[in-house]
Structures are given as C-alpha cells and as structure tokens.
C-alpha cells in the first residue's frame, strides 16, 4: 500500500510543493515545529534511510542543503535544523527546521497547520528557491 508521502507525490492528496525534480521532492508538513518546517523525500518509497541507495542519499542531502539556504532567508533563523525521525510514515523524509535553540526541535511543538499557511510558507520558500537560481522550485 502507499504511504501518505507516495499519495501526495502522485496528486491523490494535496500537497504544498517548493522542490521537485526526477529523485526528490520537498513540501511543507502539516504539522509544523516551527513555521518553514520543511519535508524532503525521496520519490523512491525506501522505509528506512539507511536502505536507500547511497546516490540517492547524496542526492538528498544535497537537495537538503539548498533548501536550508532557501530556508536561512526565508525565515532567518540561527541554523536550520536536520532530521531524519521517521516513525509515523514508513517512507524515509528527512525534515528541516529553521532554528534558534535545540528545543526547537522538540517535536512536542508540532501543531496542525492551515492549508492558507502552508501555501504562503511554500511561495515563500520557492521564491527564494527560484532567486537562488533552481529551477526544480515548484
């Protein structure tokens, strides 16, 4: 069966995108720790991370950092924060979280999101996505 993740890759529930290409894709969390919370997924759906192919990390990864650079000016923070949990969707995502102390990390902060919001956080994020010059900013 497909992971939420999978349904909302291929269209069947809507999603708040600011990164696709061929390997990944990036949308924003309906539960947010903080406001940019931000979802990078392989298209692959690989449970757990440690079983993806190692490109495909790379690739990840990769994708991750430009997103935080999109994420440092879109919502300043003093880092951006780099997770890979994974215990409620069995499709491996690695989160990002713009933040100032280690506590904004705390999954205890999640709320449920507004689509509005969600939609204004990722206009945001994929118009810095696409100054910086990435066209995969969808």
Known sequence: MA???SKIIAGDIPG???WKDD???AFMTIQPIREGHVLVI???EVDQWDDL????VSHLFLVSQKISRALKEAYPARRVGLMVAGLEVPHTHIHLVPMDSMADLSFEHARQAEGEAL???ARRI???LTA???QEAS
């Open 16 to 18: 708040h995108f600011v």
């Open 132 to 134: 910086q010059g990435h």
């Open 42 to 44: 392989p298209r692959e």
């Open 53 to 56: 192919a190692p490109e495909l």
């Open 23 to 25: 390997k990944a894709v």
């Open 126 to 128: 994929r118009a810095v």
């Open 119 to 121: 939609a204004e956080a």
């Open 3 to 5: 992971s939420v993740f």
